[in-house]
Every structure is written in C-alpha cells, then in structure tokens.
C-alpha cells in the first residue's frame, strides 16, 4: 500500500491521477467528510488520504478529528504501508511553516514527515506546484531544513522532489523515486 497525505488542497488527488492516471474522487468539503480513498495501481493500493491541518470553514475539533482518524489508519496499516509521499505545495508551505513556528508550535507538516519516520515508514516528500515557485534550489534547500534534515537539497534528492502534478513536470523522476523505494522495501523482505 502507498498512501498519500498531507494538507487539502495541496494537490494529493491531481498527482495520484497524474502518476496512475486514476480519478480518485472529490468530496465537495474533502479532507472531512472524505474517508481514504483507495484505488488499485499495478497491484499496489494506492491511498488519498483525507487532508488535515487548516480548512476555511472548517472548525478546530473537526481538523483534530480528521488527525486523529489519519494517525490512526497509519497505525493500524503501518505493517501494509510499503510507502508514504507528503505531498506540500512548494509555493506556501515554507510561509505556513514559519507561523507554525513562531506560535512555538510544531509545523503539522513536520510532524508528520517524523511520526512516518518513527513508524519506519518510508517517505517521499512531494513538493508540488513546482510552476509556481520561485528560486526553486533556494526553497529546497530550506524545505529540507525545515524538516529537521542536516544539509542541502542535494543530499536528499532521492526524498524531497518538485513536481507540478497539474503539468506533469518531474513526474517521471517522481515515479522512479517512487518505484525505487517500493522495490528496496520489497526485497528487504526477501
Ligand atoms: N498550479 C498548480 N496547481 C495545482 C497543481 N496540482 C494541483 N493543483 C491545483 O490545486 C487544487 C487542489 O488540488 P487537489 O488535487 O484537489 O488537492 P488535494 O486536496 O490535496 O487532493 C486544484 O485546483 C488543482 O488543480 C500544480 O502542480 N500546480
Ligand atoms: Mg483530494
């Protein structure tokens, strides 16, 4: 099983159609009303999870609900999890971070990308709406900081890939990363 997560509308559901070519289908208020959505790719079951964190109109009980149940699907499922790609929109996520930060709080994305480390789940960080990010090298490189890594985007590529799921850019290295770290999960097994 490969899951999918991170917060609504970062683009989860554009890049599982743009690396599977399955319509995964939209709630009209996801991430709440939304269960994870499963769909079946060369045999794996790919998983679009709910999105947490913030939501207009989305009041703050119903956003630690949604948590709550994501965490929870990731604990019960963390044996059948071979992969988890996080998926953050490059254009905003390097500002939400920094005013998580300065609440003294830790960012929900961070948290994240460690409880699946914690859990020895393997992790991609997608970092998406590449068209829309400026400087791209220098955001990388502080992405990879924010989330608690030591060194330069250069160190990390095979974990932290731009891509624009609406244009396809990079979705072929994203794939290969993708296939990469299925298959060493695979064969560790062996
Ligand atoms: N500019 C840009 N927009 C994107 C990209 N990927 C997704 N979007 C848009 O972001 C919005 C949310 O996408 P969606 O896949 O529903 O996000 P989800 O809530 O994480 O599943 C939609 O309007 C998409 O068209 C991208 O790579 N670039
Ligand atoms: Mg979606």
Not at 107 to 134: S, Y
């Amino acid at each position: 099983m490969i899951i999918f997560v991170g917060r609504s509308n970062v683009g989860k559901s554009t890049l599982i159609f743009g690396l599977t070519g399955k319509a995964v289908k939209r709630g009209k208020r996801p991430g709440v009303t939304r269960k994870p959505v499963e769909v079946r790719w060369r045999n794996k079951r790919i998983v679009d999870m709910p999105g947490f964190g913030f939501m207009s109109g989305v009041s703050k009980e119903v956003q630690e609900r949604v948590k709550r149940e994501i965490v929870r699907f990731i604990e019960e499922n963390t044996e059948e999890i071979e992969l988890a790609v996080l998926v953050i929109d490059g254009k905003s996520t390097l500002e939400i971070i920094e005013r998580w930060e300065k609440r003294g709080e830790i960012p929900i994305d961070v948290e994240f990308f460690q409880f699946l480390r914690e859990l020895g789940i393997p992790t991609i960080v997608a970092v998406n709406k590449l068209d829309k990010m400026k400087n791209v090298n220098a955001t990388m490189n502080r992405i990879v900081w924010k989330f608690g890594l030591n060194g330069d985007w250069e160190d990390y590529k095979d974990l932290f890939v731009p891509v624009s799921a609406k244009f396809g850019t990079n979705l072929p290295e994203l794939m290969k990363r993708i296939l990469e770290r299925t298959y060493q999960k695979r064969k560790n097994k062996e």
